[in-house]
Every structure is written in structure tokens, then in C-alpha cells.
């Protein structure tokens, strides 16, 4: 599958090497998840209006450490020992027996973590895709069972906050969770996920005071505003991402990818 | 400066960067004759990244064909009426104080953030209206997710707004000649005293 971007024939093409390279990588499952609007909770303009959200695929579940170690397998370049400093610090996949191995056959099924931006995002590509932005990521972790949009529902909230509370130390449990209304699954409850955009969801503390110094800083209309300050579960989601750096990884984070419908009228 | 969780994650990097650049120093001084740019790219270079640029005179480049040059490297977009112009003002008040020969050898890169926008001929009309030296100055643009990497290994935050806009941190980065970040300065306008000196020290070293 070719991606359809704001630069079809350059990243269409990488897209289509990088896959030839990742032969070893299996088909993975991917969902269409409809265009809507998503009001969210951080706003990017001061309105804070509603933004349009196109079309587009999701990995039906995150990317799994048996998933992982066959990409690296194929992409040497990726391995621990292997990957530059630049693009991993070095924790990256530290809970890994080897640099092909992961050990305990029971973790195959399991999220990868301890993974950094840059890993995700070339394994990403090896699939046809990239790692969602903010708003893909949140338009589609907003769903239950039955809503697009079950944010407003205090059992939503409640069912998030209580996994948030549960020890970081428990062993992971294998992906394929209940499915949402798009067919999605693990989207909270498993680990947290990397989006193409992290870098970019909030601004640093001294900028957001408003004023002169958001301008000095920044450019364009200033800081980025939080919408919805009573959203923890979704404000501690962009309170970690913010915090990183692409080449960080840590043992609560992976990822998912998004790649475009194979018709998107997009530009 | 500001002192933020940024600048502080930076300040425990530098510092290890300058411990990996004393160290490569004192290798140097062990076999003055040994060429330098031939040896293994650190870990830690921003030219690991292998991606192209293409300039304001329609040149592309590999990231990495700068290697052997210590190098101002920022993030901009054209169409920003306030600040870009200022980011631009404050890497020529930091080449006013340096020496004609220290800045023979330091190169300047502006990638945009806005490749949507930035085509190779709004480039090239930048740096004419503004009078940028485009012999050592590039103005450079690249596809939407070659910007989000170099972003991410500059440790530049932006977002496209919806207006067309772009919030972006404004910080110019000094990379040493084999690509390690050195030195990294937010202050706008006049040039921050403390880089200027580091900028000096990294030309130096590269010198030698």
C-alpha cells in the first residue's frame, strides 16, 4: 500500500523501500476509522474550536515485542548495541534478553516498550504508515464500546484514571483487549503510545504566562492552551509525552501506527 | 537564559558533550596528524539523521555532507512576521562578533518548518530581501516528516495552528564539526554572550 501524503512521490517512495526492506515484518491488522471533528483538550488556537480530523487507518492493536523483534531482525540498524545515540538513549529495549531475543516466549504478545520515537516511527514506515498525531490518537481514544466521543461519561474517566493507579511493575498483558467502536482495542489499559507530534503538544512553563514572552519565544498566535482541565486522563497522556525526548523510551510507552485510506482525496 | 526542565535535561547533556569533546581532544593532541573527519560518527551526531535538504538555490544535500564544519542550525518559517526575522537578526549579531576567519568556517542552516509553503523560490526571495550571504547561509526546506525528525533531534518543539501559523521554539543550536550539539541559545535579538563564546571555542577546536 502506497501513502498518500502532502508529498506523494517522495515519501511514497521511501514508504514503498522502506517495506521492501521490512519484508520480514508481517501484515498487520488496520481499521478505518471515519472523519469527524475532535474537541480537544488541548486547543491550538484560542478559540479552541473543534478541529477537523480526515479519514484514515488504524492498527487495530499496539505493536507487540514479537512484532518488533522480527523489524529488527531485519533492520539491523535498530537493534540495541546497534542504534545510535541520537535515536535511542539506553534503556531502549532493555527488558529484552538479547538484541534479538527477547527471552520469555509469553512477552511475544505483549506491547513493545522501552522503544523511542525514532524506533517507532521507522517501524511505522516499514508498515506503509507513521505513528498518529495527537489529535488521530485522541479522536480515537476517545470511543467506548458504543460512542465515538465517550469522554463526557465519568465511567470513561473513572476506568482510565483506575488503570493510570495500578502498579507500573505488573508483568504486561498481551494486546487484543475488548474492541471499541471502531474495532480498535487497547487504546487505554495496556501502555502508553507514542504520536508523530509529541514534541509539539505543549510549550514550555515559562511560555505559557501569556504575552510579550510567548512572542519572543514563539512564533504564530502563542501558547498552546489546555481545553479541558478536568480531563486528568487525557491531560497526564500529554503531560508524559511533553516531558520526552524522541530518543527517550521507557517501560510504559509504545506505540501503534495510522497509515492514510488507500483512497483518501487528501490534497 | 530561563532556566526550564529543557534547558536543564540540556545543561546535564552539555556537560557530557563536552566530557566526550575533552576526550576526543586529548586524542587529537595524542596524533595531530590522525584526520579527524575520517573517524566513526559519534553516536550522539545529528548527522546520524539520513535525510536531504534542499537549499535556497535548489541544491539538495544529504544532512550529513556538512560533516567537518561546526554549524548555527535553527528551524523557521518564511511567512512569520515577528520572530523569524528577529531568529535571523540574532544569528548575524552572533557573526558580528566573531573574527572574518572564524566565520569563513562556521556554516548557518534554517530549515523550514513549513515546506507546504517554503518552496525553493520563497527561500530564494528571503534570503534576497533580507541580504543573507547565501554563499555560507542555507535556507533549506524538506518534506513534512523529514521536518518532524530534524525537529526531534534539535529538540525543536512546533505545531501547525490553524490559521496557517506555527508555534515553535526559536533556538538557534550549535553543533560541533562531527555533529554534536554544543551549545544551544533561546535568546532573541542580541546574541547571548555565553554561546558566542562557546561558538568561538567549538571553531577553534574544529581548527586544529
Known amino acids: ?267 | 537564559m530561563i532556566t526550564t526542565p529543557h534547558s536543564v535535561r540540556l545543561a546535564a547533556r552539555l556537560s557530557l558533550t563536552l566530557l566526550v569533546a575533552a576526550a576526543a581532544l586529548g586524542v587529537a593532541k595524542a596524533a595531530p596528524s590522525a584526520p579527524t573527519v575520517a573517524a566513526a560518527l559519534p553516536s550522539d551526531s545529528i548527522y546520524q539523521l539520513p535525510v536531504v535538504l534542499t537549499g535556497q538555490d535548489g541544491r539538495s544535500a544529504r544532512l550529513d555532507a556538512r560533516r567537518g564544519t561546526p554549524l548555527l542550525v535553527s528551524m523557521f518559517y518564511t511567512s512569520c512576521k515577528f520572530v523569524c526575522p528577529m531568529l535571523i537578526e540574532t544569528v548575524r549579531d552572533v557573526e558580528s562578533k566573531l573574527s572574518a576567519e572564524e566565520r569563513e568556517h562556521l556554516g548557518v542552516l534554517l530549515v523550514s518548518i513549513d515546506p507546504d509553503h517554503d518552496s525553493v523560490e520563497v527561500l530564494k526571495r528571503t534570503v534576497d530581501e533580507r541580504h543573507i550571504d547565501g554563499a555560507r547561509w542555507t535556507l533549506a526546506r524538506t518534506d513534512a516528516a523529514t521536518v518532524r525528525k530534524l525537529a526531534a533531534v534539535l529538540g525543536i518543539q512546533y505545531r501547525a495552528l490553524a490559521d496557517g501559523e506555527f508555534n515553535h521554539t526559536t533556538a538557534v543550536i550549535l553543533v560541533d564539526a562531527d555533529g554534536r550539539t554544543a551549545a544551544r541559545t533561546t535568546r532573541l535579538g542580541s546574541a547571548d554572550p555565553a554561546f558566542v563564546k562557546r561558538v568561538k571555542s567549538v571553531l577553534l577546536a574544529a581548527s586544529r
Request: glycine share 8%.
Open chain 1, 1 to 267: 500500500m502506497v501513502a498518500t501524503t502532502h508529498r506523494p512521490g517522495a515519501r511514497a517512495a521511501a514508504a514503498v523501500l522502506l517495506a521492501a526492506l521490512a519484508g520480514a515484518v508481517a501484515a498487520a491488522d488496520y481499521v478505518p476509522v471515519p472523519a469527524g471533528t475532535l474537541a480537544s483538550a488541548i486547543a491550538s488556537d484560542a478559540g479552541g474550536a473543534p478541529v477537523p480530523i480526515d479519514a484514515f487507518s488504524m492498527r487495530v492493536t499496539p505493536v507487540t515485542k514479537g512484532e518488533f523483534r522480527r523489524f529488527v531482525e531485519a533492520r539491523p540498524e535498530w537493534r540495541r548495541g546497534r542504534i545510535p545515540r541520537t535515536f535511542a538513549d539506553a534503556s531502549y529495549l532493555q527488558d529484552w534478553r538479547g538484541t534479538t531475543t527477547i527471552g520469555d516466549p509469553a512477552m511475544e504478545d505483549q506491547p513493545v516498550v522501552n522503544v523511542s520515537w525514532f524506533a517507532a516511527e521507522a517501524y511505522c514506515e516499514g508498515e506503509g504508515g507513521r505513528l498518529p498525531t495527537w489529535n488521530e490518537w485522541e479522536y480515537v481514544a476517545a470511543a467506548d464500546a458504543t460512542r465515538r466521543d465517550a469522554r463526557g461519561d465519568p465511567a470513561w474517566r473513572a476506568r482510565i484514571l483506575a488503570w493510570y493507579s495500578t502498579s507500573a511493575r505488573a508483568a504486561l498483558p498481551a494486546v487484543g483487549g475488548a474492541a471499541d467502536v471502531h474495532g480498535v482495542r487497547d487504546m487505554h489499559g495496556v501502555v502508553w503510545e507514542w504520536v508523530d507530534d509529541f514534541n509539539a503538544l505543549l510549550v514550555d512553563a515559562d511560555s505559557r504566562s501569556g504575552d510579550d514572552a510567548d512572542k519572543l519565544k514563539f512564533c504564530g498566535a502563542g501558547a498552546i492552551n489546555l481545553q479541558d482541565r478536568e480531563n486528568y486522563a487525557v491531560l497526564m497522556r500529554i503531560a508524559l509525552l511533553s516531558s520526552l525526548n524522541a530518543s527517550d523510551s521507557t517501560t510504559s510507552l509504545g506505540f501503534r501506527c495510522v497509515r492514510p485510506l488507500a483512497k483518501e482525496p487528501k490534497q
